[in-house]
Each structure stands twice: as structure tokens, then as C-alpha cells.
Nanobody, 125 residues
Framework: QVQLVESGGGLVQAGGSLRLSCAAS????????MGWFRQAPGKEREFVAA????????YYADSVKGRFTISRDNAKNTVYLQMNSLTPEDTAVYYC??????????????????WGQGTQVTVSS
């Protein structure tokens, strides 16, 4: 059974930082893309960041570019999201996602086959 388990969410003041982790089990994703999405109350789930298998090709939503960094440790089957300079607009449930095969487009939720349960990130002003 494949599981993606996020951790690292919490409450932080504006300008602060958090590091999210997503540990995968049940199969290896070292050869496939992984990503992060988020969903704020009353809003659609949106793309945040993604990385291809090597970790050298990364993609970001314009709203987080320059503040967030996605990385992965394939030996640990884990992907990370370092979030700096957080603002209240970053408040959302953050979801980890993994694909079971190579994908051309990584910004769409439909490109991913497995999802974590989500971790809450709340940024106070």
C-alpha cells in the first residue's frame, strides 16, 4: 500500500519559515516526479512546486518563486518544501503528490497518482 505522509506544518508568523517533509512508503518514487500543492479555504487546490526524478529540474508557481525551494532525497524516498518569507496568503493545507510514471506537465493535479493527507500551514500577520 502506497502512503505519502507529510509533516512539518504549523503556525508561524509572517516572515517566518517552515520546512515540510513528505515521506513515501510502499514503493519507490526515485524515478518519477513529485510535487506540492496547496488548498486554502474556499479555493481550488493549486500547484506550488514540483521536481523531476533527479531533483535538478524544479518548477514553481509564480506566487512562491524565490521564497520556496523543493528538494528530494531519493535514498529516503522523501521530498521537502522549504518555505521562507511566509505571508498570510500562504495559509493553506499543503499536499504532497507523487507520479507513478514520467509526466510532461507537472503543474496539473491530474499528473499525479498518489497524494498525502495534507498538513496545515497557518501564517499569522
Amino acid at each position: 500500500q502506497v502512503q505519502l505522509v507529510e509533516s512539518g506544518g504549523g503556525l508561524v508568523q509572517a516572515g517566518g519559515s517552515l520546512r515540510l517533509s513528505c515521506a513515501a512508503s510502499g514503493r519507490t518514487f526515485s524515478n518519477y516526479p513529485m510535487g506540492w500543492f496547496r488548498q486554502a479555504p474556499g479555493k481550488e487546490r493549486e500547484f506550488v512546486a514540483a521536481t523531476r526524478w533527479s531533483g535538478s529540474n524544479t518548477y514553481y508557481a509564480d506566487s512562491v518563486k524565490g521564497r520556496f525551494t523543493i528538494s528530494r532525497d531519493n535514498a529516503k524516498n522523501t521530498v521537502y518544501l522549504q518555505m521562507n518569507s511566509l505571508t498570510p496568503e500562504d495559509t493553506a493545507v499543503y499536499y504532497c503528490a507523487a507520479a507513478s510514471q514520467s509526466r510532461l506537465v507537472l503543474v496539473r493535479a491530474g499528473s499525479y497518482d498518489y497524494w498525502g493527507q495534507g498538513t496545515q500551514v497557518t501564517v499569522s500577520s
